[in-house]
């Protein structure tokens, strides 16, 4: 997860200092669709209400509180799908394409969010996050990580690069 924020709001010496989160880039990685299943209708419903609040900001500008904004963006990967060593993933993107232009949602999950096979080149994401609003990125970005532990120097390695704070928590 990437929080941009203004400032943490930990216990200790700079406890004092009220800081709020700007954004959330919530990263879910997992090997298969079926591990989706459990959690797709919860983050439905995170998409449909940060879609709401685009709406209200962009449509009725008087009846919109200072800083209510879009916050939660989802960025969605399945490692398991195996791409052929020739051509990439040009049938299956073909295909996840058109179903998307057809029925608007992402064809494994069902969600707008699309889904991309792989796993993330960390680089491009943060630099596509930290993109989004360059003064975030001068107040202040940290990612929160959870996963195995092969995966954890390469983020960590991507954080250093991108000047991205860099927590972990492993079990």
């Avoid at 919109?64 to 299956?92: A, C």
Wanted: aromatic content about 12%.
């Amino acid at each position: 997860m990437l929080a941009q924020y203004r400032s943490r709001n930990y216990h200790g010496a700079s406890s004092d200092i009220h800081k709020r989160l700007v954004t959330l880039d919530f990263v879910w990685i997992n090997r298969s669709t079926k591990n989706f299943e459990w959690f797709v209708k919860l983050l439905a419903t995170f998409e449909k209400e940060q879609e709401s609040w685009e709406r209200t900001v962009t449509t009725s500008m008087e009846n919109t509180i200072e800083g209510y904004h879009r916050f939660l963006d989802l960025h969605l990967y399945f490692t398991d799908i195996k791409q052929d060593p020739n051509i990439g993933s040009v049938p299956l993107d073909l295909v996840t394409r058109v179903y998307e232009q057809a029925y608007h949602e992402d064809v494994f999950t069902r969600l707008k969010t699309k889904t991309h096979v792989g796993r993330p080149n960390w680089d491009e994401l943060f630099d596509t996050i930290l993109a989004k609003d360059s003064q975030n990125k001068k107040k202040g970005a940290a990612v929160f990580f959870c996963g195995p532990k092969s995966m954890t120097e390469m983020v960590k390695a991507a954080c250093t690069k991108h000047k991205i704070k860099f927590h972990k928590e492993q079990f």
